[in-house]
């Protein structure tokens, strides 16, 4: 029998990838089981903002240990991530501006190159922004965005070349639990056990939860981005921001491109096996419409293409992570929407909790899923509004 194995992860996602290099790097004999391909989910549409600019500190401090892997992802991990320095701002309502003072110098704190600035520095920093609805932003000289397809191939590559087993075309369709423990799962090419599985499943989390006899509050976020290419008056790459004011982020995206998604308007709860290769009618529009509120030149520019994806979520859009239901299974999934830039870290610690028996660089426990039951809801310690609606 061969397909026995230490940890089988369910979903070749960012996470189940950054998973995988960190498991395979201690030398735990693992799989990864994906039902169709490498980045076939939320990562393969993701956005790829790399910022640390959370309202709680313990995201901010997964952000932070991740950034050390995207500057450094050759030496660390090794083939490349796609890590673009843009820089980045956050902007934020006249009445965000003391959450976001709080926030930045708790950051700070933590070791990261951020500050505030005013207005008048934004708009040095790029001439093109209106600025007159803000007063203050957030500032990440260094930060960005990668590219989540690749980010999610060099980990899978590296832990390959560390001896991780990954399958594609699987399609996991049930958990087998013997004696209150899962013992392994059924899939569309063959049995497969191990004493540990891992649901990282993004959108497909519930299902992949049902499976192993739990029914926790995850659901489905789903979020559409477009393309632009940028007139010849914009042609140099801009900042990344995230535009609170507009409900909005946008990056440059190469040299010519910018992609922008919009903060609002994310259904909810629908199925994962929606129609994600097209946005909906009625978004493009609104996008065009809120970019050329913060960068009034870009009216000139032509529409390049758009599309949208589904990423899991719990009821406080913040992560489901550890242990629960049945000895063995563990969540690594429900992101809501943020979960890229925090993968590197993420993996990490979640193999120490594996292995350990706790997370030892960065405490996630506070994003153990038991806390559904227990009627806790993380909330930053100076919160922004929720950002999905
Ligand atoms: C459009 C969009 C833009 C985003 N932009 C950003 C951003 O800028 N910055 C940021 O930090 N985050 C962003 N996010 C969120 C981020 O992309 C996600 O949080 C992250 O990619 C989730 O990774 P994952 O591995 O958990 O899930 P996924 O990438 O969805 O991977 C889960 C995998 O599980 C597989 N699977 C499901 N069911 C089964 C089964 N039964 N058997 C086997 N395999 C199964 C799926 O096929 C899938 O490949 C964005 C998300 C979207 C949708």
Redesign the pocket.
Known sequence: MTNIFDVLI?????????LAFHLASRGVKLAV??????????????????RMHYDLEAEARLAHVSFGYFTDWRGRVGGDCGFTRTGFLQLVKRDQNEALKANVAAQQRIGIRTEVIVAEDVHRLAPEFTVDDIEFAAYEPDSG?AD?TLT?SSLLAAARARGATFIQD????GISVANGRVTGVS?SKGDFSAPIIVN??????K??CQ?AGLDLPLST?????MFVRRPPELSAPHLTVIDFPNSM?F?PEGQELTLV?LEDGNPLGES?EGD?DHARPGFVEAAIERICERIPKMENAHLHGA??????ITPDQHPALGPIGPDGFFL??G?????????PAVGLCMAEWILDGAPGTVDISLFSPSRFSDGRQIQGEYPYESIWR
Do not use: N
């Open positions: 369910i979903g070749g996602g960012v996470h189940g990838a950054s089981l994906e039902k169709r391909f490498i980045a076939a989910g939320a990562t393969g549409r993701s956005s790829g903002l790399v965005y989540p999610a699987c399609l996991v369709k899939t990282a499943a993004g959108a497909w989390g299902q992949i499976m976020w789903r979020h559409e981005t982020y990056r998604g994962p994600a599309h949208g994806g589904y990423d899991g690594d999934t992101f809501s929407g943020t979960g890229f830039k925090i993968a």
